[in-house]
Antibody, heavy 116, light 106 residues
């Protein structure tokens, strides 16, 4: 199992960014997937979840601004980040949800910095 | 939202010492998960379904608890166990993590 995030970078407040998480080594379409973030020096903060059938759930802090999606043909998970704020600055991880519920595999993370 | 309160926030243990980290939930949860995060690395699953060891995790780690009180125990501390540990629940939305316990080696 391998999860590789990409698409991070430095972006101005109010702008947009799209993160990708490329999955391999398992049947991507059969698993739910999460995005979790970690601000510098802080703890883990759950962002969003998409089920294998593409149902979605969001944290209140990002609802209406971020959109999680998936392309099973490309084995890729996405996170569209709009109206970015300085408090969105963090490492963003994608993680696989195992059938029992835990986040059993995590990517290496991608840094998003929101600053003018 | 279910708030998970971990204690202690920071602790240190000598090699061979027993370590216990507690996670208290603001409402009852059906299962607790535990993750280990070493400096500069991604989190790694340690314990699932409260007390089951994830694949490859040494058996000096164990989890227990029910309702609103859960714990992670390291039976005999080793230098490689120095890390930050997080509990996590998803019995109800939103999924939440504890604030973390930093474990250092003496």
């Amino acid at each position: 199992v391998q999860l590789v995030e990409s698409g991070g970078g430095l972006v101005q407040p109010g702008k947009s960014l799209k993160l990708s998480c490329s999955a391999s080594g398992f049947t991507f379409s059969s698993y739910g997937m999460h995005w979790i973030r970690q601000a510098p020096g802080k703890g883990l903060d759950w962002v969003a979840y998409i089920s294998s059938s593409s149902g979605t759930v969001y944290a209140d802090a990002v609802k209406g601004r971020f959109t999680i999606s998936r392309d099973n043909a490309k084995n890729t998970l996405y996170l569209q980040l709009n109206s970015l704020k300085s408090e969105d600055t963090a490492i963003y991880y994608c993680a696989r949800r195992d059938y029992g519920g835990p986040l059993d595999y995590w990517g290496q993370g991608v840094m998003v910095t929101v600053s003018s | 939202e279910i708030v998970l309160t971990q204690s202690p926030t920071t602790t240190a243990a000598s090699p061979g010492e027993k370590v216990t980290i507690t996670c208290l939930a603001s409402s009852s949860v059906s299962n607790m998960y535990w993750y280990q995060q070493k400096s500069g690395a991604s989190p790694k699953l340690l314990i699932y379904s409260t007390s089951s060891l994830a694949s490859g995790v040494p058996d000096r780690f164990s989890g227990s608890g029910s309702g609103t009180s859960y714990s992670l125990t390291i039976n005999t501390m080793e230098a490689e166990d120095a890390a930050t540990y997080y509990c996590q629940q998803w019995s109800s939305n939103p999924l939440t993590f504890g604030s973390g316990t930093k474990l250092e080696i003496k």
